[in-house]
């Protein structure tokens, strides 16, 4: 599976729209880009997930750069529950034993 | 409701004690994983299953062992073999279409 490369933290203020860009250059045509967040001290929860078009769901939004090689996910309207650890994985869809590469995500404060 | 279940939420060892750390899940998932976090950094595999008695090593699987001997259930051991056993550690199910479920995790403190 691929590397991914995110920024090591940001900030956002609440009720504004959290942009988190996640590179992925050398991303393959079959790996989908998949967005989980780990909130202190409890299990990472899934986010979203696309493979080209973008995506949208209750929580966010998932935009694909055209060549692929970065997406970035957005929260519309954050809350300071928002306030976690944001981890963008590649992966390709179905694989036979999912040896993902977490690398250590991107520490997204939301400030009042 | 539905979900994975770990326990206990925090465990003390002493050096040279195995310990062993439940996983349970009601979502009817075949694919169950071990994972291990370390202070500021991402999550490391130790041990998957894809199906019921059949187990393979993840990227750091020396000093652990599991069982599957029950879909629903997904046990890991942590032996005195591994040197450096404080960590989280984060047990998974794996639904359709490839999303992960996780346990709330164990916290695992050796004195």
């Known amino acids: 599976d691929a590397k991914t490369t995110q920024p090591t933290s940001m900030d956002c203020a609440e009720g504004r729209a959290a942009n988190l860009p996640c590179n992925h250059s050398?991303?393959?045509?079959?790996?989908?880009v998949y967005w989980y967040r780990q909130i202190h001290s409890q299990g990472p929860q899934y986010i979203i997930h696309?493979?080209?078009?973008?995506e949208t769901n209750e929580m966010a939004s998932l935009i694909i750069t055209e060549d692929r090689k970065s997406s970035t996910l957005i929260l519309p309207h954050a809350t300071l529950r928002d306030t976690a650890v944001y981890y963008c994985?590649?992966?390709?869809?179905?694989?036979?034993?999912?040896?993902?590469?977490w690398g250590a995500g991107t520490k997204l404060i939301i400030k009042p | 409701d539905g979900g994975i279940t770990q326990s206990p939420k925090y465990l003390f060892r002493k050096e040279g004690q195995n310990v062993t750390l439940s996983c349970e899940q009601n979502?009817?998932?075949?694919?169950m994983y071990w994972y291990r976090q370390d202070p500021g950094q991402g999550l490391r595999l130790i041990y998957y299953?894809?199906?019921?008695?059949?187990?393979q090593k993840g990227d750091i699987a020396e000093g652990y062992s599991v069982s599957r001997e029950k879909k629903e259930s997904f046990p890991l051991t942590v032996t005195s073999a591994q040197k450096n056993p404080t960590a989280f550690y984060l047990c998974?199910?794996?639904?359709?279409?490839?999303?992960?479920?996780f346990g709330e995790g164990s916290r695992l403190t050796v004195l």
């Open positions: 998974a199910s794996r639904g359709p279409p490839g999303e992960l479920f």
């Open positions: 979502l009817n998932h075949d694919a």
């Open positions: 299953s894809q199906i019921v008695n059949d187990f």
């Open positions: 050398t991303i393959s045509g079959n790996e989908y």
């Open positions: 696309g493979l080209k078009n973008n």
């Open positions: 994985i590649v992966r390709v869809l179905p694989d036979s034993n999912y040896q993902l590469i």
